[in-house]
């Protein structure tokens, strides 16, 4: 039977506040079914909050936002840092708005979501305001770095002749090797990393990532010509935090009984007659419909058991694509020493050793905040969660001491980051496209299970994997067409392909005996 965490534990006072007064009208009883709910929706992060959105907006009210944490947003989440008298709120998680507006044109959906609660952004110029730095200390190498934006825009371009071709993917470091731009030096890598894995997010090396796909995904959201929004990202510095954007607009249709926090699911059993959903404390939910939002690294470690087990086609599509870890470690310091500029870029012999620095203490940002962070990426941020918290710091401040060989630098006074992978609700920090990943798989990574079992989440947009808008119109779309189901008994689902097939035939008819 359905046991729900009620209208206090929707994360912080203001949201439950927020919240609607019960309808004594009772027409969100349009759709009631004898189960537990009409639909079940697993997550509550931007996917899981807009797909009820929109349920609600087409009439349907009779849905259950099931969340395992104490608060709505997902992995839009924030930490206060700092010593009393001098803390701040940063984030954890996603932090910027990437892709913005241009003019009048189309305005990236959590840009809008931002106005609209008034949660505080700032541009955040990314290209041009960077100092460089290698382990002897400043390196003025900028110009390598803005060969390496250029080089990063031909591999885009070629990727589109590629398409036009239909010429098959490869890996971006194939890629870069096809363009002769393959880096020769520790500055060259430097600023590589810093296109490919930092600025575009991917937040894996180049072999790891699909050379079309890494180029439609950028284009889709920064190129205007390509229906993009804007090439400018806005960092989100409202100290109420990014998730106040969908908790926030959360508060603005849902009522207490539609959300269960602090339920964590273990159990999805589907069949033609509905779901039954179970969680850690075994309390049951049924219901005709429901919305898996689960990161792909929750689906891909089997945290959750499905019964009957998955189709081998639904497996091998979440298998098939990859969860990336993104590690901001942040620091505050009792004094600035650092770089006046907003960004900067460290060269070691070791790609990918704290290479991206961003300054908080800037006039923009948290100015007097003592605040700067590094970045780390793919397998560097899995080797520093398995290490302890001191360790991590070390190896930060012996980079940061190279950055400034001439200054005698103080220890931080606080310190802290977030071990994505680690986290069992999340298992790393978003969707990557690996070259061996087809589109194919990506159309049986949305698709629907016998037309009860749904997925949605930032993992099966095709053109918006890995960002929070691409969260948010999966969650849009699927509540659409779950809400045609509700409404029409002749609801197909979505369609899949039993298999992934090659374009071209293999040339052995048989490689085993």
Known sequence: MRQVHLAALLGFAAFAAALPSPSTDHNNLNHRSTKDAKVLILGGGVAGVIAARTLHQKGIDDFLIVEARSELGGRMQNYTIGVPGKQYTVEVGPNWIQG??????????????????????????LDGSITTYDYNGLKDYRDVLDASVDQFSQIVADAGERVKMQQVDLGL??????????????????????????????????????????????????????????????????????KTIIQAEAADFLQPEQVSLNSVVTTVAYSEDGVTVTLQDNTTLTADY??????????????????????????????????????????????????DTEMAIYADKERGRYPIWQSLDHVKFFPGSGLVFVTVTGDFSLRIEAMKDSDVQDEVM?????????????????????????????????????PSFL??????????????????????????????????????????????????????????LNSVVDASPYPFVSITP
């Open 290 to 339: 429901v919305l898996c939002t689960f990161s792909l690294g929750v689906l891909q470690y089997g945290d959750i058991a499905f019964k009957p087990t998955l189709p081998s086609w639904k497996v091998e599509a979440i298998q098939s694509m990859v969860m990336a870890t993104y590690t901001k470690i942040f620091l505050q310091f009792e004094e600035k020493f650092w770089f």
């Open 398 to 434: 012996e980079v940061l001491r190279a950055m400034y060989p001439n200054i005698t630098l103080p220890d931080p006074v606080a310190f802290h980051f977030k071990r994505w992978n680690a986290d069992p609700l999340f298992r790393g920090s978003y969707s990557n496209w690996p």
């Open 173 to 242: 470091q194939s890629a870069y090797g096809i363009t002769s731009a393959t880096p020769k030096n520790m500055y060259e890598a430097a600023c590589q990393y810093y296109q490919v894995d930092w600025v575009r997010k991917y937040a894996q090396a180049p072999d790891q990532n699909s050379w079309i796909a890494s180029a439609w995904n950028n284009n889709f959201t920064f190129d205007v010509d390509m229906g993009g929004f804007s090439d400018t990202n806005n960092l989100c510095i409202d100290q109420r935090g990014f």
């Open 439 to 496: 589109p194919g798989h990506s159309e049986n990574l949305r698709a629907a299970v016998d037309t009860r079992l749904w997925f949605a989440g930032e993992a099966t947009s095709l053109k918006y994997y890995g960002f929070l808008h691409g969260a948010y119109f999966e969650g849009l779309y699927a509540g659409e067409d779950i809400a045609k189901c509700v409404n029409d008994s002749t609801c197909t689902g979505r369609p899949h």
């Open 100 to 125: 913005t507006q241009t003019g009048n044109g189309p305005a990236n959906p959590i840009l809008t979501l931002a106005r609209k609660h008034h949660v505080k952004n700032q541009y955040n110029d």
